[in-house]
């Protein structure tokens, strides 16, 4: 059963932007630190930013600038806007939901930078 349903990936040349969208029923969203993870091939899952419910947002080093992750808490859904896109960038990036100890993941969605 996914409960977390990522939208938004695709190709983009190197200087590029996209917008990925994370919907998730109220029941996990309410109240959940929301973040976006990516992870490129062969590479381990890196944190890229996360958005407490009350809007504190925290941002891995090498998006800051670059990405803004926001949250519509009426529509229990989180965004991650992302400009200035690299070809490091490319991964399948991963919605997370984290509610205490647990964490619930969506499936991803494949963002390729490439000219």
């Known amino acids: 059963q996914v409960q977390l349903v990522e939208s938004g990936g695709g190709l983009v040349q190197p200087g590029g932007f996209l917008r990925l969208s994370c919907a998730a029923p109220e029941s996990i969203f309410e109240g959940a630190a929301m973040g976006w993870y990516r992870q490129a091939t062969g590479k381990q899952r890196e944190l890229v930013a996360t958005?407490?419910?009350?809007?504190?947002?925290n941002y891995a080093d090498s998006v800051k600038g670059r990405f803004a992750i926001s949250r519509d808490n009426a529509e229990n859904t989180v965004y991650l806007q992302m400009t200035s896109l690299k070809p490091e960038d490319t991964a399948v990036y991963y919605c997370?939901?984290?509610?205490?100890?647990?964490?619930?993941w969506g499936r991803g969605t494949q963002v390729t930078v490439s000219p």
């Open positions: 997370n939901a984290r509610r205490g100890n647990v964490d619930i």
């Open positions: 958005i407490t419910h009350s809007g504190n947002r």
